[in-house]
């Protein structure tokens, strides 16, 4: 079991330049989540989908922020423009089935915006 | 809404110590999961333990243990025998069971800052 894969590590960009982040969810898990953490806020939950489908995206900050997941094995967040208060560390997670289990997180981007 | 409150931003331990870290939630829910993670340098969100909120006995994984207090809202994480590895950011989260129509996810606590003294 590879785990969670996210890409890139780390992303460095200037202010109005579109930015993707990407996540390879563990195979069989149908709930996947992107999550933000920076010092002021910690983690926040951005969005998330259960086998595909966006349930809930009242986290997300503003319309610069958009996601999908085409498929069970590949997700992506992006921001259009990005800004320099949008860096942060990003968070892939996926979980199975059954809000019992938790969630399994990938090792994350760190987008910095300048 | 669920909150999760950590009042300790920063512990320090002695190594070979034991160290309590403090969680309260705010829930009107009977039913739900609670997590305790733990973050290193290299910034991996690493499962520490987990607890049922039906379940009336602690979680016990090795050295870490939990005193969950439904009544009370508090889910404290014990580590015995504390080690330089312990080191590290970590955080107590909860999770709501999945009602169909959305809030799902894990909310989580700021986090507290463990520092083992060798």
């Known amino acids: 079991d590879a785990g969670v894969i996210q890409s890139p590590r780390h992303e460095v960009t200037e202010m109005g330049q579109e930015v993707t982040l990407r996540c390879k969810p563990i195979?069989?898990?149908?709930?996947l989540f992107w999550y933000r953490q920076t010092m002021m806020r910690g983690l926040e939950l951005l969005i998330y989908?259960?086998?595909?489908?966006?349930?809930?995206d009242s986290g997300m900050p503003e319309d610069r922020f958009s996601a999908k997941m085409p498929n069970a094995s590949f997700s992506t967040l992006k921001i259009q423009p990005s800004e320099p208060r949008d860096s942060a560390v990003y968070f892939c997670?996926?979980?199975?089935?059954?809000?019992?289990?938790?969630?399994?997180f990938g090792n994350g981007t760190r987008l910095t915006v300048t | 809404a669920q909150t999760v409150t950590q009042s300790q931003p920063e512990m320090s331990v002695q190594e070979a110590e034991t160290v309590t870290l403090s969680c309260t939630y705010d829930t009107s829910e009977s039913d739900y999961y609670l997590f305790w993670y733990k973050q290193p340098p290299s910034r991996q969100m690493i499962l520490v333990i987990r607890q049922e909120a039906y379940k009336q006995q602690n979680a016990t994984e090795n050295r870490f243990s939990v005193n969950f207090q439904k009544a009370a809202k508090s889910f404290s994480l014990k580590i015995s025998d504390s080690q330089l590895g312990d080191a590290a950011m970590y955080f107590c989260?909860?999770?709501?069971?999945?009602?169909?129509?959305?809030?799902?996810?894990?909310?989580f606590g700021k986090g507290t800052h463990l520092i083992i003294q060798p």
């Open positions: 989908f259960n086998n595909n489908v966006p349930i809930d």
């Open positions: 997670a996926s979980s199975p089935g059954g809000t019992n289990s938790p969630l399994h």
């Open positions: 989260a909860y999770r709501t069971p999945y009602s169909g129509g959305g809030a799902d996810g894990l909310t």
């Open positions: 195979s069989g898990h149908n709930s």
